[in-house]
């Protein structure tokens, strides 16, 4: 009998052919488990959601992470909200500059459970760099104004546990912890979702920051295959600021980014940018 890994997304559902679930546990906050696919390997999925492959993860990690960190005059202090398989920590381990990665992740058990199944994802996590706070990212920044110079949302989706970090109140949080002149880059969802938020997250967006401007990339294993992101921020503009040379440095050793990528990624087609307003 075929095994199928399905994923229903409002009106919509994926299917990944699938070779066995290899963990499946109800942590504290939501069903974590492992299951192998055929065509992206080990997938970690919450709540019957697919956070992330072994074999697309770097599209999604390095897009969340790379636009800010080359367009940042001098990015030395990190938040990592979310992200507990550590995908996004260990892109933003290879910009050198680097002195502080916090990792705010509210269930210990994804990072245990990735630690076994996802030994890339992983690798970066027991840097003496890497400060591990298991705990309420949004209670965390309360607790921490003016530290960091990025702070990357990686969050789970706008909908059930998540959608406290799309709120205002959040990204209010978010600026305060953030230097003068630092970066919020958040995941958002696809352009495709009929109940798109897009145009509310960026308005809430522009109540904390002078700027955000909306940026996509091509997710197979996400809905839709078509993912976003927002950059936000006072003084950093993605396409003025990003510096050539640290984009050709990470370019050496990325699989999705090049310089070429980060600027065409900021493109906005006609219809999205009437939704957003943009237009
Ligand atoms: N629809 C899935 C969106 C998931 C975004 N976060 C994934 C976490 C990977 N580090």
Redesign the pocket.
């Known amino acids: 009998m075929e095994l199928w890994l399905t994923e229903t997304?409002g009106p919509i559902r994926g299917g990944w052919k699938a070779g066995g679930v290899l963990y499946s546990k109800q942590s504290k906050y939501q069903l974590v488990e492992i299951v192998e696919t055929e065509r992206w390997g080990k997938t970690l999925v919450l709540d019957g959601?697919?956070?992330?492959t072994e074999k697309d993860?770097f599209v999604?990690?390095e897009m969340l992470t790379h636009p800010a960190m080359v367009s940042h005059p001098a990015p030395k202090s990190i938040c990592v909200v979310?992200?507990g398989?550590g995908?996004?920590v260990r892109e933003v381990l290879r910009h050198p500059g680097v002195e502080r990665v916090v990792l705010a992740e509210i269930d210990g058990d994804v990072i245990d459970v990735c630690r076994k199944y996802f030994p890339d994802h992983t690798s970066k996590l027991d840097d003496p760099r890497v400060d591990i706070q298991v705990g309420d990212g949004f209670e965390y920044l309360k607790n921490h104004q003016g530290e960091f110079d990025i702070i990357l949302s990686?969050?789970?989706?706008p909908i059930g546990p998540g959608e406290v970090l799309f709120t205002q109140e959040y990204f209010a949080l978010t600026k305060r912890a953030l230097r003068d002149g630092g970066v919020l880059v958040t995941?958002s969802?696809s352009p495709w979702d009929p109940d798109s938020r897009l145009r509310n997250i960026r308005d809430v967006l522009l109540h904390n920051f002078s700027q955000a401007h909306w940026y996509g990339a091509v997710i197979p294993t996400?809905?839709y295959g078509w993912?976003s992101f927002f950059f936000a921020s006072d003084k950093v503009h993605p396409l003025e600021s990003a510096r050539i040379e640290r984009m050709q440095e990470i370019t050496q050793n990325s699989k999705y980014f090049t310089p070429a990528v980060h600027d065409a990624a900021f493109a906005v087609p006609a219809f999205l940018a009437r939704e957003l307003g943009v237009a």
């Open positions: 997304y959601c697919m956070m992330t993860e999604y990690h979310g992200g398989d995908g996004t990686d969050s789970t989706d995941q969802h996400y809905p993912w």
